[in-house]
């Protein structure tokens, strides 16, 4: 019923194989998270497009119709997102230009993030796509969630949230 594409960096992410890869997980069931997603964008399509140009200061980086943006309800510390500028339901209909632009932002974060603190960042990504019946409303995002508030501080494993992926 729900695919969730996502990638696991670094020890304290859970990472065992220390090599890049990303996972697909493949769900009879539509998690919480993105649940309670699909409820916030049925009633409200454009409730992330709001958010983004309610923000510019926000706005890290923008390429071909997608920016690179800090939420300001993320609920990491240096929490970015990616997203287009306007309502996607998925990878699946964006363009080639956006899938390169895509692309693009993925890279530049990941950088950022390591140069950060000089050292690799551990962090969670997902990419948050269309639950089924909820194509029409549905505003994809990538998320990066890093586990480092410091150089040599971790984000307190009893304050970091609770996610099913």
């Known amino acids: 019923v729900y695919a969730h594409p996502f990638e696991n960096r670094g020890e304290a992410a859970g990472v065992t194989l220390h090599h890049p890869h990303g996972q697909i997980y493949a769900l009879p069931f539509v998690p919480p998270v993105q649940t309670q997603a699909a409820s916030a964008f049925q009633a409200d399509a454009h409730v992330l497009a709001t958010a983004i140009a309610a923000n510019p200061d926000l706005v890290l980086a923008e390429h071909n119709g997608l920016v690179a943006f800090c939420p300001d309800f ?77 150089a040599e501080r971790l984000v307190h494993p009893q304050t970091r949230p609770r996610h099913d992926h």
């Open 74 to 150: 993320g609920l990491f510390a240096y929490e970015i997102w990616i997203a287009p500028r306007e309502p996607r339901a998925g990878l699946w209909v964006l363009d080639r230009a956006e899938r390169a632009a895509l692309a693009s932002l993925l890279g530049r974060v990941a950088a950022a993030y390591d140069a950060l603190f000089d050292q690799p960042m551990p962090y969670m990504m997902a990419v948050q796509s269309a639950p089924p019946r909820f194509e029409a409303v549905w505003h994809m995002h990538v998320t990066f969630q890093p586990f480092l508030r410091a």
